[in-house]
């Protein structure tokens, strides 16, 4: 089993007068660790179905153990087990076609876009089928009621394709959990018609093509069934969607384009075990939930920036931003994230962040070791850039200066910091950062006495969008 390999280090926000000093750390220690013990309760009493008291409903703790229980069951049964199941599904899709479309909105697709982005070849769709090692291009859709955009997609798949070879084929996985979300509806409405002219109304084919990932009732469950789709896949019970990353909401596309998600789960499985065993003052999980609490509490900082460096990691803060945001965005109260990419937003936000109102805590993320051969600058004759005197100097070692250099100008102006470290941009930090995030966001919501799970406040503007539709 993987150990926990990401770290968190908040020496930046330790300043007298704008932010924190070790000993408040210390004095909540005894809080974070009952809200620990409560998360725990939490996943106990969902997994053993007991009674859930009247203030804790919903209570989706179901995503707590996951990692471990799909592990367990693999090891235990392999092919018959869910991740067996997956594994050999994203296998079939990705022998069948070259164009996989992922129709889905919030916690329906957010995970499986920040593992493309994250693990992903920066161009994979670009590449040839070869380059890509025989796995799909993937697409989004269902994620808005954009018409150029979905007509954008139709361009691409072709209204009226050859259908004969893998290389013209395209296959389908629409996720949603209630089944009724109607951004995703239409697209897959729209969607199956053309893949049903597509495969030349070949019923059998159409129901090969289209994987349902979605809860054990309602009407994207009913469709499935009438289409007699070869598989489908089930959101459990007690996995609200923004925490769904570890069901085959996040891992059917994520092992269709060849990701390994027995690592991803294994890290997650990981950051379970260090949060369950690591002493408060240790355990990355509660000291960031405690840094990011005493700002908000005592310095009133109400905006999260989440700062990543590099451009893979981006979808992975989007991922974060809908995470909080619906947990915690409640009764009037809960932090505003906000994810920057650096060093490109040095260059948009950078000034704000630098010199604009005290309300910011930064938290970097920052990955250790790069993928591929580093860049250097070379040397030239044409001098007139004057890059000659960083002749040598690496990619890499330009943005570790960005990094060191950005954190002293702020640590220069008292603008707290903390870093967050990935070895690498890989399944394996990937799955410990789900894990952490969201276990951090339900200890912070049991600490502050908001319920983490639900997110009452989305259904209002889909009721007035359907009384307008429906005038
Ligand atoms: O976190 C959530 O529950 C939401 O963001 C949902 O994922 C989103 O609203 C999509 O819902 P559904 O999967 O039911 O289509």
Request: a neutral charge; one cysteine or more; hydrophobic letters at 40%.
């Amino acid at each position: 089993m993987t150990r926990s390999t990401l770290t968190y280090n908040p020496a930046g926000v330790m300043f007298p007068n704008t932010g924190l000093s070790p000993d408040d750390l210390k004095a909540l220690a005894a809080r974070l660790d009952a809200a620990r013990k409560e998360v725990l309760a939490d996943a106990e009493l969902w997994k053993n179905h007991g009674p859930v008291p009247a203030a804790k409903e919903p209570l989706d703790a179901g995503f707590i153990d996951l990692p471990d229980r799909l592990l367990a069951e693999y090891a235990k049964d392999r092919e018959r087990s869910e991740l067996g199941r997956i594994l050999l599904c994203a296998k079939r899709l990705s022998d069948a076609a070259d164009r996989l479309v992922v129709l889905g909105i919030g916690g329906s697709y957010m995970g499986a876009r920040a593992l493309f982005e994250a693990c992903c070849h920066p161009y994979h769709n670009e590449l040839s089928r070869a380059d890509r090692g025989g796995y799909p291009r993937l697409y989004f859709e269902g994620n808005n009621a954009d018409n150029d955009a979905a007509q954008g997609l139709f361009d691409l798949l072709g209204r009226k394709p050859k259908f004969n070879t893998v290389d013209d084929r395209w296959a389908m996985v629409v996720i949603s959990k209630s089944g009724g979300t109607l951004e995703t509806a239409v697209a897959f409405r729209t969607l199956l018609g053309a893949l049903r002219e597509a495969t030349g109304n070949d019923a059998q084919k159409l129901a090969s093509l289209v994987v349902p990932v979605t809860g054990e009732n309602g009407r994207l469950f009913e469709l499935s069934k009438a289409l007699g789709c070869r598989e489908t896949f089930y959101i459990p019970d007690g996995v609200g969607g923004r925490f769904s990353v570890f069901t085959a909401v996040g891992l059917l596309p994520a092992a269709a384009i060849g990701l390994d998600i027995i690592k991803l789960l294994e890290g997650a499985a990981a950051m379970n075990e260090h949060f369950r065993t690591a002493p408060v003052e240790k355990n990355v999980v509660l000291q960031y939930v405690g840094v990011c609490q005493l700002l908000e509490e005592k310095r009133g900082l109400q905006t999260r920036v989440l700062s990543t460096w590099g451009k893979g990691l981006e979808a992975a803060g989007l991922w974060y931003d809908q995470l909080l945001a619906e947990s915690l965005g409640k009764q009037e109260r809960g932090a505003l994230p906000l994810t920057v990419v650096n060093t490109r937003d040095l260059h948009s936000r950078g000034q704000q962040h630098q010199q604009g109102r005290r309300d910011k805590l930064i938290t970097n993320v920052i990955v250790d070791q790069v993928k591929r051969d580093r860049i250097s600058v070379g040397r030239s004759d044409l001098d007139q850039d004057q890059l000659n005197s960083l002749a040598g100097k690496t990619l890499p070692e330009i943005m570790a200066a960005a990094i060191a250099g950005t954190n002293q100008a702020y640590a220069e102006d008292e603008r707290p910091t903390a870093d967050l470290h990935f070895p690498r941009q890989d399944e394996c930090s990937l799955g410990q950062y789900f894990q952490m995030m969201m276990l951090a966001t339900v200890v912070e919501g049991r600490l502050i006495g908001i319920n983490p799970y639900g997110q009452p406040g989305v259904e209002a503007y889909k009721k007035h969008m359907n009384a307008y539709l429906r005038k």
